[in-house]
């Protein structure tokens, strides 16, 4: 037969709970940081478009080519 103590299953409770807040916390910081540099990214292109400067992409600009069917040869 196996005995358990009383303090085995509050532990395991204790622990599980601990890193459960501690993912969140670092979950939270992550979108923190995540807004923290969207909101740099903003104040730089603000100040760029203040003194008169072109804002750099971050992406390149893609057209879209042609839809024409292609010619087809008699």
Known sequence: MLYVSLEEPRSATERQLHETVTAQAWAREHRWAQVR???????????????GEPAALS????????????????
């Open 37 to 51: 540099a969207r909101q740099e990214a903003a104040a730089k292109s603000h100040a760029q478009a203040a003194a």
């Open 59 to 74: 992406a390149p600009i893609v057209l879209p080519t042609s839809r024409l069917a292609p010619a087809v040869a008699p």
